[in-house]
């Protein structure tokens, strides 16, 4: 399955990857971006203009539950750990922050990682869970590095001039 969020129709859309034939949809009130997890029964759908992380049952395509990141911090991207005990959201306020999520309390808590004026881009979770690293445009734009094991520290700054915006590690 393909699942595509749409956040001017508030819908969460599964599609067959082959032919494009619309499978079901469902009401998933300013859906932006999603995370699947593996098993596929499972959606977190970022709300953005809602502040809202929601989180969809796929096998009865209805929102189980929600999760007030908060008003003005327009969760935007999301990331899962390999192991899908952390869910890291990309918020699009300013200065830029990332929240992470405990998949299985749906506490969290939030970082800054960058200046005044900066916008959180995406980020990528190690496989272990352990590092997220996480983009930020503004003018001391780069990559945080932000070691979970460490309380949410950002241990490293890699600085990156201009508007870093995607992030993803590439195994050799």
């Known amino acids: 399955r393909l699942y595509v969020a749409s ?3 508030s819908k969460l859309i599964a599609l067959d990857p082959r ?16 995370a699947v997890t593996h098993d596929g029964k499972t959606a977190y759908v970022s709300g953005r ?30 990331q899962l750990s390999a192991n899908e005990k952390l869910l890291t959201v990309g918020l699009r306020s300013t200065p830029a922050q990332i929240a992470m999520v405990d998949t299985a309390t749906f506490d969290f808590t939030t970082v800054t990682i ?13 496989s272990s869970g352990r590092f997220t690293y996480a983009a930020h445009e503004g003018t001391d734009a780069g990559i945080a590095v932000i070691d979970h094991d460490q309380g949410n520290a950002i241990v490293q700054q890699l600085s990156y001039p201009g508007r870093p915006h995607g992030v993803d590690l590439a195994r050799p």
């Open 114 to 126: 960058g200046g005044p004026g900066s916008v959180a881009g995406h980020q990528w979770t190690s």
């Open 7 to 9: 956040d001017s129709t």
């Open 19 to 34: 032919t494009g034939e619309i499978l079901w949809t469902a009401t998933v009130p300013n859906a932006h971006e999603l």
């Open 49 to 78: 203009t809602a502040g809202t992380l929601r989180i969809v049952d796929l096998e009865t395509h209805e929102v189980v539950g929600n999760v007030d990141i908060g008003t003005n911090t327009m969760p935007d991207t999301l």
